[in-house]
């Protein structure tokens, strides 16, 4: 099978839970008080063991320098992409507060944990979970402090302060924890190893539910009619990946990293980080109207994207 078809239908399989998660809260199985508890197990619990488990595999000493480099990679990645949505912002005329916080959000925040890692896992090597791994610990560093300013500064809320004690989560402790392991070649126990295993199995479908639970709460017609997403998702799944690209291709020193970097770029709006742009000021019924299109047209966006580049 083609990488094409391979990610095709991963998507389509991910595209099924959202509209799974979609029927069970019309139904009525899922109460609206439910959601916020499931978004935080998703952040608090299930992240940091996917974070863990990922740092559970036999590298190399190449790889690991090569995932220094990506660490660097991906920082610079993510302040250039922080940067590009304030340029597409401008580009786009979007002079609202609340409303260019939200698109600069998620212009530049990318779904690796909830599509990227199951993505990884399907398409490239066990080693490239470690180049996953890091890409998580510099996303949750950067959306606590450069993301959060530039949130801040759209927004222009009064009294938001920013916290360096944000960056004191339980998803940064599970790399820390993790990178203990794989530095000094700690062998877990087996039945460690398959709890969390199945627990991070779990977490992609749990969060595509979650994502199909957002779509009860918008007017199904309000989907379709803000042209400003749709400039969004082929700015943010579409350029963004031939852009990083043709300028990181010179500095890959491998293949497997250049694959992952872009594969990275293509990803949706997570819905986690909704209840930071609810907190500082952003506009927050139209971030999840973002995350929820950016979701479901990824099913056609990330298959181009592996088409193209992978």
């Known amino acids: ?18 509209i799974a998660g979609y029927i069970v809260k019309r139904c009525g199985l899922v109460k609206e008080e439910w959601v916020g508890g499931l978004m935080k197990l998703l952040m608090n619990f299930f992240l940091p063991v996917v974070i863990f488990n990922a740092l559970q595999i036999d590298v190399s000493p190449d790889m690991v320098r090569n995932s220094l480099y990506f660490c660097i990679a991906i920082a610079i990645w993510g302040t250039a992409a922080l940067g590009y949505g304030f340029l597409t912002a ?8 609340a409303l260019k916080g939200s698109w600069v959000s998620c212009v530049w925040i990318p779904n690796v944990a909830f599509i990227g890692v199951p993505l990884v896992q399907t398409l ?6 470690l180049y996953t791994a890091m890409a998580l610990l510099i996303f949750g560093v950067l959306t606590f402090t450069t993301g959060l300013y530039g949130l801040v500064y759209c927004t222009r809320q009064e009294g938001s302060r920013i916290s360096p004690k944000l960056l004191i989560n339980v998803n940064n402790a ?18 460690v190893l398959s709890a969390t295993g199945m627990i991070s199995s779990a977490t992609t479908p749990l969060a595509m539910l979650a994502v199909g639970i957002l779509m009860t709460r918008i007017p199904f017609k309000s989907l379709f009619d803000d042209w400003r997403i749709y400039v969004l998702i082929v700015l943010k799944q579409l350029v963004c990946p031939v852009l990083t690209f043709l300028i990181a291709r010179p500095f890959a020193p491998e293949p497997l990293f250049l694959s992952v970097l872009v594969l990275f770029s ?22 999840t109207r973002t995350v929820v299109m950016t979701t479901l047209l990824s099913v056609i966006t990330i298959p181009l994207v592996a088409y193209w580049f992978l």
């Open 1 to 18: 099978m083609t990488v094409f078809s391979v990610t095709l239908g991963r998507m389509i399989a991910l595209f099924l839970i959202v």
């Open 90 to 97: 401008k580009i786009c005329r979007i002079r609202d507060g």
């Open 124 to 129: 490239f090597p066990a080693s490239a979970m």
């Open 174 to 191: 599970a790399v820390l924890l993790g990178a203990i392991t794989l530095i000094f070649d700690i062998d877990l126990p087996t039945s």
């Open 266 to 287: 293509a990803m949706p709006v997570p819905a986690p980080p909704l209840s930071l742009i609810s907190n500082y000021g952003g506009n927050l019924l139209w971030a």
